[in-house]
């Protein structure tokens, strides 16, 4: 097996497949990647198990051959060299790098001994597909909201509602919702699907990595192995799906509210980094809003430091309203809205906060209160 590549191509892809390399993986296979010449062609793939990532990619072969190399180190090479070419061949068990000023010899391991993973069979078979920067926006907004561990695995994943003209991006940890909800060209199906977070972040990443005139991410459902496809330009990545019951959320959603403020998120952040100076020592970051007209106050209390308060002012309708949330809840949907004019709307300081964007439909973001 021999090739030659240029070297910004090939630190690009090699940086997105060996992402998803485990550090500390059961089996020794895992912590490689593999490699694949087919008819002049160079196919590259990483695998944990749960989620696969392959990708062709441009090279000059020379020799066709298959072989597996393990891909921190080779990335991390390939990486802190700055020659234009790198010539790569595969001799006995060695798998040779060489420019003009640098070189290294990995050791490699079979390609058979690699995990199959699916792939593509009729790339127009796909079952939905997303405008790239709808795709990533989606995600921005809806992943943070996930659970981060295993205790319900249901929760550490976004739904995806797949509708004839619409695509709902669904997350929840229990204590905070995100849903947004994004237009496609009409496609007459209908699935609801659960897919780690994890999967969404990759593709989303790989999206933002590469400068492709691909305008589209491609969703192919891979239903013999119950596992999820995401095309993007010349990268794949596959993932299973979470099995189980997404809570039912469209109930908990107000119809109504009885305070609604008109917020410039900047003026809120700022407000919420004053305020975290205590709130961050409170058990929960729990911390008050107190609504009234014309302007929001913020307060924090602990007992062994102190109390620190905040003021913005804003457009209110409605009563008054004193309720307390996690200040670090309210950093994070802040942090992951693109938008400056925020609606903050609620009802009761038992009933959840709601965030909508100023002049869209199609995003809701749901915080859970803390008693006062």
């Not at 943070?144 to 997350?171: Q, R, Y």
């Not at 973001?365 to 006062?372: A, E, F, I, K, T």
Request: net charge negative; proline share 3%; charged share 25%.
């Amino acid at each position: 097996m021999q090739f030659s590549c240029n070297q910004d191509t090939f630190s690009k892809y090699i940086n997105i497949v060996s992402r998803i390399v485990n550090n500390k993986p059961g089996l020794p296979i895992l912590n490689n990647v593999a490699f694949e010449t087919v008819k002049g062609k160079l196919l590259m793939k990483t695998t944990d198990l749960e989620l696969s990532v392959n990708t062709w990619i441009g090279s000059d072969v020379k020799s066709e051959g298959k072989i597996t190399v393990p891909a921190k180190q080779l990335s991390e090479f390939v990486n802190s060299i700055s020659e234009e070419k790198i010539d790569f061949e595969v001799e006995k068990q060695s798998f040779n790098i060489s420019t003009d000023n640098n070189s290294a010899n990995f050791n490699t391991m079979p390609f058979d001994d690699f995990p199959s993973i699916p792939e593509i069979k009729d790339e127009k078979d796909y079952f939905v597909r997303i405008n790239k920067g709808d795709f990533a926006n989606a995600v921005n907004r809806v992943a943070f909201a996930a659970a981060v561990d295993d205790i319900k695995p249901v929760l550490t994943g976004i739904k995806m509602e797949i509708e004839a003209e619409t695509v709902s991006f669904v997350a929840t940890d229990g204590l905070r919702l995100s849903r947004q909800i994004v237009k496609i060209e009409k496609s007459g199906k209908q699935k609801s699907l659960l897919i780690p977070v994890r999967a969404f972040e990759e593709i989303s990443h790989i999206v933002s990595e590469l400068d492709s005139e691909d305008e589209w991410v491609k969703i192919y459902i891979v239903e013999e192995r119950n596992q999820v496809l995401f095309k993007f330009a010349d990268v794949e990545l596959s993932s299973r799906l979470i099995d189980g019951e997404f809570p039912e959320y469209k109930q908990i959603i107000p119809t109504g509210f009885k305070t609604q403020c008109e917020i410039n998120k900047m003026d809120f952040l700022n407000s919420l980094k004053v305020i975290n100076i205590i709130a961050r020592s409170v058990l929960g970051n729990k911390m008050i809003l107190d609504i009234a007209k014309g302007g929001v106050s913020l307060s924090a209390t602990q007992s062994d430091l102190g109390k620190n308060q905040s003021r913005f002012d804003c457009k209110v309708e409605g009563e008054d309203l004193k309720i307390a949330f996690s200040a670090k809840f309210l950093a994070d949907i802040l942090n992951h809205i693109d938008s400056e004019d925020i609606l903050f709307e609620c009802s009761e300081p038992v009933r959840p906060g709601v965030f909508k964007i100023k002049g869209e439909e199609n995003f809701v973001h749901l915080v859970m209160p803390m008693m006062l």
